[in-house]
Structure formats: structure tokens, C-alpha cells
Nanobody, 130 residues
Framework: HVQLVESGGGSVQAGGSLRLSCVVSGHTGRAYVMGWFRQAIGKEHEHSSTREGLATIDSDGRRNYAGSVQSRFSIFEDKSENTLYLEISDLKLEDTGTYYC???????????????????WGQGTLVTVS
């Protein structure tokens, strides 16, 4: 059973940087794709299909970023810690939202814009930029 637990959110000032973490368990031994998605404030209870894809990474370390994502975002994984990360630099007000990590054994890197391809989700971590 795959479990994901995000952390690292909080209140940050515009222009600053943030690193979000997602501890993942139950995913090793098989090829997988993991990703980071964002949902607007107040829409946390909406279906995952409304989440904005940011970046994906597969078990071989290949990455894909959404077209709307600028170079400010970086996804990477520390396999020794079973942790997925998302670093965001030069934070902007529009980066405010709840950030979710997700995993699936059958999704592709291209699924960065297809959140419904992901089966397993964390509970989300809130980022507020002011």
C-alpha cells in the first residue's frame, strides 16, 4: 500500500524560496512516476482532476515539467530517504495553494497535466505567499 506524506508548507514572503517534502512508502520494487500538483485555496475538497500539475519524475530520474511552470520549480527524489522534493524559488503570490504529491505505477511522465492518472495522493501541504 502506497502512502505519501507531505510537509514543508507554511507562510512565506514573495521572492523567497521553499522546499516541499513528500515521504513515500510502499512504492519500491516497481517502476513508478511521482508528481507534484497544486490546488487553489478553498478548493481542497474538489476532485483531483482540478489540481494543477507542476512536475513529474519517474523511477529512473527522468523529469517533466508542466508548460506553465517556469524554471522556478525543481522536482527531485532522494531514494535513500524515500523522499520526493519540490523546490520553488522566487515565490509569487500566485504560488499560494495546497500542494499535493502523487504516485502511480502506470502513469507516464506526460501525466503532469492528467492528475486523474495518479492513484495515490498525500494529504497536501498549504503554502501561503504574501
Amino acid at each position: 500500500h502506497v502512502q505519501l506524506v507531505e510537509s514543508g508548507g507554511g507562510s512565506v514572503q514573495a521572492g523567497g524560496s521553499l522546499r516541499l517534502s513528500c515521504v513515500v512508502s510502499g512504492h519500491t520494487g516497481r517502476a513508478y512516476v511521482m508528481g507534484w500538483f497544486r490546488q487553489a485555496i478553498g478548493k481542497e475538497h474538489e476532485h483531483s482532476s482540478t489540481r494543477e500539475g507542476l512536475a513529474t519524475i519517474d523511477s529512473d530520474g527522468r523529469r517533466n515539467y508542466a508548460g506553465s511552470v517556469q524554471s522556478r520549480f525543481s522536482i527531485f527524489e532522494d531514494k535513500s530517504e524515500n523522499t520526493l522534493y519540490l523546490e520553488i524559488s522566487d515565490l509569487k503570490l500566485e504560488d499560494t495553494g495546497t500542494y499535493y504529491c502523487a504516485a502511480d505505477f502506470y502513469a507516464s511522465l506526460a501525466a503532469v497535466d492528467r492528475p486523474t492518472d495518479f492513484t495515490y495522493w498525500g494529504q497536501g501541504t498549504l503554502v501561503t505567499v504574501s
